[in-house]
């Protein structure tokens, strides 16, 4: 999720041109942060020009790394198109619309749902935010990435069956920086399947970033949690033995955090290479449960596929026990924004409402033991959804 912060901020700056960033809004152990040398464990050039879009009616601007760490403290949210402009997305043709079906996999979804559990979340998601920070250019964000590799070839190897390990393959989505994206494929029982109606797919993404990104940033919401809420429903199909009749494929980006750098990338090279994709479902913050509350599924309704979001909500209703409710991210809000972009449908789910969603986010308090608002079994909500969407997609094949 890119920045929450105060949309005040964002008006205040809507008239200046970039580089022209009031420093008084940003404090001045940022600045000091900022300005000094780069610490060792980080790869980050400050000065380094780069081409970043705030929305779809201005023309993308040039501005410095340092500049782009301020324009997101500052709460605006953008796409880095340095290494993806838009001639690269070559958005792939769709049809207007597509009428999604009635849900007829209940029975075999319902069985998949009540072997989730939180344990493997909780064990996953404590090591995850173990690692000082997950940010894109830095040591420990590779080590994070090496060792979610690591995780999900263990899962795998403990739930696959001989025959469903061999339809499995994971994949390093190598980027410049250092921290990979990572692809893992459930291969479909039927090309004609995939490539007729489309590869299944449904993301979130592994970076974690403090606002000063040399500072901690444990990551446990934003988006640890989205991270090992899809990572317990493949675990969850695994062990069914599940089988799909279409492709599906679990993505876990890197450099969100960066203007969406590592699922531009994905989408732009899928997009390339024609690659049909039946739909695309990010999961960016799945914890968070605001005292006082009604616990609910946010479904994000700008910047995604209406029918699609359509699809989610039904989905919701009939695999979820709480209800969902509508909500607006803003431009660039997180991956799913790339797919879009590339010409694909895409939709989000998230934890709440953005106003009740979690303020601790790019803070060293975006911790798992923060407060009981952080909510395990709220995130089951969301693998419940993800295993449903999976199944009522791209079929099982018996
Ligand atoms: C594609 O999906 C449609 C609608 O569900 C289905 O009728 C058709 O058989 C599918 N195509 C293939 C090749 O399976
Ligand atoms: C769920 O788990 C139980 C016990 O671990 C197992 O016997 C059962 O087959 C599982 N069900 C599915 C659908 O995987």
Known sequence: MLSLLSSLL??????????????????????????????????????????????????????TEREKIRAKALGRKFFDITDTPLSKLAPAPLAASRAYPKLNKQDLVHPVLANLTVDGMITNLQKFTSFRTRYYRSDTGKASQQWLVQRIGEITEEYASTSLAALITVTEFTHP????????????????????????????????????????????????????????????????????????????????????????????AYAQRSVNIHSMVQLDMTAWVKKGTREEIGIVIDYVDADLTAFMRTLIDAYCSIPSVDTKCGYACSDHASWSKAGYRSAFAIESTFDNSDKNIHSTNDRLDISPEFDFNHMLEFSKLSVGYIIETAGWAK
């Not at 404090?27 to 400050?46: E, R, W």
């Open 177 to 268: 920086w250092g921290q990979n994206s990572i692809i893992l494929r459930i291969k479909g029982a039927s090309e004609e399947a995939t490539a007729e109606n489309g590869t299944v797919l449904i993301g979130a993404h592994q970076d974690s970033a403090n606002m000063i990104p040399f500072l901690p940033a444990p990551g446990a919401d934003d988006d640890g949690s989205g991270s090992v809420t899809i990572l317990e429903a493949y675990r969850g199909l695994l062990a069914s033995n599940y089988t799909p009749v279409q492709d599906v494929e679990f993505h876990w980006y890197s450099a969100e955090e960066g203007g969406l750098l590592g699922s531009q990338a994905v989408a732009s």
């Open 10 to 63: 964002c008006v205040t700056l809507l008239g200046l041109r970039a580089g022209a960033f009031p420093i008084d809004d940003f404090s001045v152990t940022s600045q000091k942060f900022l300005s000094s040398a780069v610490p060792d464990g980080f790869s980050i050039n400050l000065d380094e020009e780069r081409l970043v879009q705030f929305s779809d009616d201005e023309p993308p601007v040039w501005m």
